[in-house]
């Protein structure tokens, strides 16, 4: 399956999605690890998904610590945090990994925008997964707040292809994500340079 992405002009790999990569025991991580340091091409960016339990992504950002991945993502629970408690466990694990992790936000108010600030002028996120789902992706007083916050450079539109015109070409947003992408990489690479240049 990398194999086959890389193929398609995908050189970036979010590897664990939603919460696919959260089912595996602690005992296998190191394990996946290893396995994608082993089969990914020389540039391909990859970057694993940990938690979403803090206990488990705190045992994994010291696993992390001995391989050179860039970052990691990080999809805070939606029912059992609060905005404080993200931000504490964001700079927790970050401190523990010794690199800036990306974000995922996928809930209304999982975290304040003022808290995402704080985390982004204390240098501990290298990104922002953005993926609150809207009935009109046009119309998101959250991602107008955020993007007026830090910048829309940080951000990735992270729910696939369908709002990721608007979010790219609307709000400015840096590129998006996709689990289409595993598919048909080719079509995905494509899309991208079309939103790029303003020909979609």
């Known amino acids: 399956l990398i194999r086959h992405i890389e193929a398609g002009g995908v050189s970036t790999l979010l590897y664990g999605g939603n919460a696919n990569l959260y089912h595996i025991a ?16 020389a540039d391909t960016l990859v970057i694993p998904a940990v938690g979403p339990a803090f206990g488990t992504m705190m045992d994994q950002a010291h696993v992390l610590r001995r391989y050179p991945f860039p970052s990691a993502m990080i999809l805070p629970q939606k029912e059992i945090s609060t905005s404080a408690g993200v931000v504490r466990s ?33 240098h501990l996120l290298s990104a922002i997964k953005y993926a609150i789902v809207r009935t009109n992706p046009m119309e998101d007083d959250y991602l107008r707040a955020l993007v007026d916050a830090v910048g829309a450079d940080l951000i990735v ?12 070409q609307d709000f400015g947003l840096a590129g998006f994500t996709s689990g289409c992408v595993c598919i048909r990489p080719d079509l995905s690479s494509r899309m991208l340079r079309a939103v790029q240049s303003n020909e979609l």
């Open 26 to 41: 602690p005992s296998q991580y190191e394990t996946l690890l290893e396995m994608l340091c082993d089969i990914v091409a």
């Open 90 to 122: 964001v700079t927790e694990f970050v401190q523990t990994m010794m690199r800036p992790a990306v974000l995922y936000i996928k809930h209304d108010h999982n975290i304040r925008v003022e808290d995402v600030v704080r985390l982004v002028e204390d």
């Open 157 to 168: 539109s992270g729910m696939g292809e369908q709002p990721a015109r608007a979010h790219m």
